[in-house]
């Protein structure tokens, strides 16, 4: 774990509402904070670019979001442009529908495209499960296997957009559990990273998901959650190890 738990933050500005102001003013806080990424929708990577030329903090932009259900040529030229506009991580979302079809040459070579897409442009690539949609593990595993044959840098476990029944009722987005963490880390190849997204808001949180095997998180709570750092340890390294 780095000494800033800043570093392993993807800040993300994903919601269909937000405004070019609302990108300019988490991009400043991203640079502030020194994350890891800004996660954006592909319009606003030039803008992203420009704003955080020369800092450590990456463009990282969203691919077939947010139900991966666009053709895999729309994705591999989505990758390229994106690639071409400034963005060095893309985050791509499976086709959900082929996953549960059990299609999985398909899902294979739809993965790949992008993945090759990002490596052939010096980017990293992490692929969405979205995991609130797939019952039992199985799919989850067969989708481990499948990133770290084609190479892929991470996996990742949700939009943040999944929105499915609750037991309480209403709908929501689920998030990263613990169980999908465990075998997210547990089924993907040890060079392959693994991004929680969604529900990981605190520092107390954020630590969880680390001890879970998550090397990057996927927030909006990035704030709160390197303040959460700085309240828990006085500003130094918690004694934990992880």
Not at 95 to 107: E, I, T
Not at 213 to 229: F, H, K, L
Request: proline fraction near 4%.
């Amino acid at each position: 774990m780095p000494d800033s738990i800043a570093r392993l933050i993807d800040h993300a500005l994903l919601h269909p509402t937000l405004t070019d102001e609302q990108l300019r003013e988490g991009c400043q806080m991203a640079l502030g904070l020194e994350l890891a990424s800004v996660c954006i929708k592909p319009y606003a990577v030039p803008l992203a670019a420009k704003l955080l030329a020369g800092s450590p903090v990456a463009v990282c932009t969203v691919i077939g979001f947010p139900h991966g259900s666009v053709s895999t040529d729309v994705k591999r030229f989505e990758a390229e442009w994106a690639c071409r506009q400034g963005a060095t991580e893309l985050d791509m979302v499976v086709n959900v529908g082929k996953v549960l079809s059990g299609d999985w040459d398909f899902v294979a070579d739809d993965i790949r495209a992008v993945v090759d897409a990002a490596h052939q442009n010096g980017a990293l690539a992490k692929v969405i499960f979205e995991n609130e949609f797939l019952p039992g593990d199985e799919p989850k595993i067969e989708l481990c296997r499948i990133c770290s044959r084609v190479g892929a840098d991470f996996v990742k476990t949700s939009t943040g957009f999944g929105f499915v029944k609750r037991a309480e009722g209403g709908m929501g987005a689920i998030g990263a559990t613990e169980h999908d963490l465990k075998l997210m880390r547990a089924h993907a190849d040890p060079k392959v990273g693994v991004k929680a997204s969604g529900g990981v808001r605190t520092y107390q949180d954020a630590l969880r998901v680390v001890e879970l095997g998550a090397t990057r998180i996927g927030t909006s709570s990035s704030e709160a959650i390197v303040a959460g750092q700085g309240g828990a340890s006085g500003g130094q390294q918690p004694a934990q190890d992880y």
